[in-house]
């Protein structure tokens, strides 16, 4: 028996019409037409330049860094700078609410402080009070003292740990001499208010006896940050102040 396979494969692929050229070019067409536009959105460029700043950002020892300065300049510029805080907050002048306008508390920030790039008003300061209340319900623990030299509404605040916000930046500012300039981008410049807070949390704040402060006398240096950028009347019903010197009378 002999088997025409010219007459198989003529008989298979009369079922089948044959596709038209232009539908073959079209659909070669979109295939690559996609291919060209979606093969970026599997990658990421990153420019040379870029890459050297990611590798020093992540080779930046900002332990290093505070170790350099903490001892030897930011403890002692910080009390040298410092103004009682009874003068600063006895200029202060708010409404029933605690709130004062931005334009007039910007004279005071450049007679008692300073003002950051980001328009902060951080102020160095100390003074001596009674503890009026305790508050470690929560981990960022506080304690509220009775301010000698001031009988105003503005309530003072001592951060006492565990943990001081993630954001405190206020020792970082107002030695003036740690500026974002001198860091490679803002990760690095993060990385050393991160460092600073952590000897704040180790050196000052965890020795103390949180259980027995109630109705003491405490003497602090310290330094506190009003937040002004995008606003024009400020929230001054308190004063929430990092303390890098902390001594139970």
């Given at each position: 028996?002999?088997?025409?396979v010219?007459?198989?494969?003529?008989?298979?692929?009369?079922?089948?019409?044959?596709?038209?050229?232009?539908?073959?070019?079209?659909?070669?067409?979109?295939?690559?037409?996609?291919?060209?536009?979606?093969?970026?959105?599997?990658?990421?460029?990153?420019?040379?330049?870029?890459?050297?700043?990611?590798?020093?950002?992540?080779?930046?020892?900002a332990?290093?860094?505070?170790?350099?300065?903490w001892?030897?300049?930011?403890?002692?510029?910080?009390?040298?700078?410092?103004?009682?805080?009874?003068?600063?907050l006895?200029?202060?002048?708010?409404?029933p609410?605690?709130?004062?306008?931005?334009?007039k508390?910007?004279?005071?920030a450049?007679?008692?402080?300073?003002?950051?790039?980001?328009?902060?008003?951080?102020?160095?300061?100390?003074?001596?009070g009674?503890?009026?209340?305790?508050?470690t319900?929560?981990?960022i623990?506080?304690v509220?003292?009775?301010?000698?030299?001031?009988?105003?509404p503005?309530?003072?605040?001592?951060?006492?740990?565990?943990r001081?916000p993630?954001d405190?930046?206020?020792?970082?500012?107002v030695?003036?001499?740690?500026?974002?300039?001198?860091?490679?981008?803002?990760?690095?410049?993060?990385?050393?208010?991160?460092?600073?807070?952590?000897?704040v949390v180790?050196?000052?704040?965890?020795?103390?006896d949180?259980?027995?402060?109630?109705?003491?006398?405490?003497?602090?240096?310290?330094?506190?940050?009003?937040?002004?950028?995008?606003?024009?009347?400020?929230d001054?019903?308190q004063?929430?102040?990092?303390?890098?010197?902390l001594?139970?009378?």
């Amino acid at each position: 028996m002999q088997f025409n396979v010219r007459y198989f494969e003529l008989s298979v692929w009369e079922g089948y019409p044959m596709k038209k050229p232009w539908i073959i070019t079209l659909t070669i067409f979109i295939f690559f037409g996609a291919g060209y536009f979606l093969w970026p959105l599997a990658f990421t460029v990153v420019p040379i330049e870029k890459v050297d700043e990611l590798i020093q950002s992540e080779s930046f020892d900002a332990i290093s860094y505070v170790d350099g300065f903490w001892s030897s300049r930011i403890i002692p510029t910080l009390t040298e700078k410092a103004v009682d805080l009874s003068v600063i907050l006895n200029k202060f002048e708010v409404d029933p609410d605690g709130k004062a306008p931005k334009e007039k508390l910007t004279p005071i920030a450049k007679e008692f402080g300073l003002i950051t790039v980001g328009e902060a008003h951080v102020y160095a300061v100390k003074g001596i009070g009674e503890v009026i209340s305790v508050d470690t319900s929560k981990s960022i623990g506080t304690v509220e003292i009775k301010l000698e030299g001031y009988e105003g509404p503005i309530r003072v605040l001592l951060f006492i740990g565990p943990r001081i916000p993630s954001d405190e930046t206020s020792v970082r500012d107002v030695v003036g001499f740690i500026s974002f300039g001198d860091f490679k981008d803002q990760t690095q410049y993060g990385k050393v208010a991160s460092e600073i807070n952590k000897r704040v949390v180790g050196e000052i704040l965890q020795p103390i006896d949180k259980e027995n402060l109630m109705g003491k006398k405490v003497e602090f240096y310290g330094a506190y940050t009003i937040r002004t950028f995008n606003l024009i009347t400020i929230d001054l019903s308190q004063v929430s102040i990092v303390p890098v010197f902390l001594e139970i009378k």
